[in-house]
């Protein structure tokens, strides 16, 4: 596979449930991110991770976990969630260095809690 | 803070024809790099065309262009010769340049949904 891919695509989850998105890129990066998009709104960014460490949490709940094993591989653990918290969550990768530094989106999950 | 605003939520076009889609954005930065995504019904975003601060010249990919008014902090995109398969949601983004370590964060506007008519 190339590029950046994420499963699984569609999930649907009860406010008890625990479950985890994975993004995947096969690009080389050292960057990885965390993008919520929801209905009417901007995407709003979560995590970003360089290089396995994080640099960015904007703010999200805890109920959201982020992991990055490597610089590969990006997991969002997700429990406890709100019914709000339905939305598209995408995941993006880029070289995370260099002034011309560019992201690149997998297709995104799609995620309704009941 | 930065802002990006898409004053635009759709637009429409005739296929064969050019539409502009406008973006304007806040920052209190002189270097930054801004961006036109699009993403298509399927979902996957795609990156069209990407444009220095400090260039003057416009960005050119294609059939894809923008205008660049740094002054007035406006960068539009112009479609020309649309097709079918243009029909899809366009992001404008800004994003700080960060120089040696940049992984900024991307700032994205509301997004503006595009129709193609054959």
Known sequence: ETGVTQTPRHLVMGMTNKKSLKCEQHLGHNAMYWYKQSAKKPLELMFVYNFKEQTENNSVPSRFSPECPNSSHLFLHLHTLQPEDSALYLCASSQGQGSSDTQYFGPGTRLTVL | ?118
């Not at chain 2, 059939?63 to 097709?83: E, G, P, Y």
């Open chain 2, 1 to 118: 803070a930065q802002t990006v605003t898409q004053s635009q939520p759709e637009m429409s076009v005739q296929e064969a024809e050019t539409v502009t889609l406008s973006c304007t954005y806040d920052t209190s930065e002189s270097d930054y790099y801004l961006f036109w995504y699009k993403q298509p019904p399927s979902r996957q975003m795609i990156l069209v065309i990407r444009q220095e601060a400090y260039k003057q010249q416009n960005a050119t990919e294609n059939r894809f262009s923008v205008n660049f008014q740094k002054a007035a902090k406006s960068f539009s995109l112009k479609i020309s010769d649309s097709q079918l398969g243009d029909a899809a949601m366009y992001f404008c983004a800004y994003r700080i340049d960060a120089g040696g370590t940049s992984y900024g964060k991307l700032t994205f506007g509301q997004g503006t949904i595009l129709t193609v008519h054959p």
